[in-house]
């Protein structure tokens, strides 16, 4: 069956640590997107990246960084200069323009 | 800039009706309706491609006025499995959407 996977599902980050989140898919999709979740609130695009070694900053990139170095594969780098990580973090995929968004099942992530 | 949703959370009976509605300040080209469980992955319910279109998903049915540049989320009859969080996503270009804060939905029986 096709889908997003990511991985893990919860992961805790001490101070002054990066971490890094996966997010693979196996839809052929050219679009992949990075959105964070805070508790009741709606989600909020981070990076996104259009098709292979190309990405685009979203509305909250500072303190997260991507790389698209294959189409499968979207990961997410939670940088120590993120001094409030804690959130809900989803994954999106999606093929060509007015296609419905795919999502992973998200990872969780806390501070230690 | 972010679409408003109202209500912002709803409380129903089992089989009583439900209209979600999803508004815009900017021209509205395209309208996506996603449902999300607690802790779990969104789940996409419709697209809505043109002004005026309407479409229909079991008891689930949705309108677009592009003119009021607003999107409408009809739940007809609501059943248990209809509790969750909707949203709205509004296309911007370059195939991003921007999203709702969520409208928060629950059934009691």
């Known amino acids: 069956d096709g889908g997003i996977t990511q991985s893990p599902k919860y992961l805790f980050r001490k101070e002054g640590q990066n971490v890094t989140l996966s997010c693979e898919q196996n839809?052929?999709?050219?679009?992949m997107y990075w959105y964070r979740q805070d508790p009741g609130q709606g989600l909020r695009l981070i990076y996104y990246s259009q098709i292979v070694n190309d990405f685009q900053k979203g509305d909250i990139a500072e303190g997260y960084s991507v790389s698209r170095e294959k189409k499968e594969s979207f990961p997410l780098t939670v940088t120590s200069a993120q001094k409030n990580p804690t959130a809900f973090y989803l994954c999106?995929?999606?093929?060509?323009?007015?296609?419905?968004?795919?999502f992973g099942d998200g990872t969780r992530l806390s501070i230690l | 800039q972010q679409p408003v949703q109202s209500p912002q959370a709803v409380i129903l009976r089992e089989g009583e009706d439900a209209v979600i509605n999803c508004s815009s300040s900017?021209?509205?080209?395209?309208v996506h309706w996603y449902r999300q469980k607690h802790g779990e992955a969104p789940v996409f319910l419709m697209i809505?491609?043109?002004?005026?279109e309407q479409k229909g998903h079991e008891k689930i049915s949705a309108s677009f006025n592009e003119k009021k540049q607003q999107s409408s989320l009809y739940l007809t009859a609501s059943q248990l499995s209809y509790s969750g969080t909707y949203f709205c996503?509004?296309?911007?270009?370059?195939?991003?959407?921007?999203f709702g804060q969520g409208t928060r939905l629950t059934i009691n029986p």
């Open positions: 839809l052929n999709h050219d679009a």
């Open positions: 996503g509004t296309e911007r270009g370059a195939q991003k959407l921007v």
């Open positions: 999106a995929s999606t093929g060509q323009v007015d296609q419905p968004q795919h």
């Open positions: 809505l491609l043109k002004g005026g």
């Open positions: 900017k021209a509205l080209y395209s």
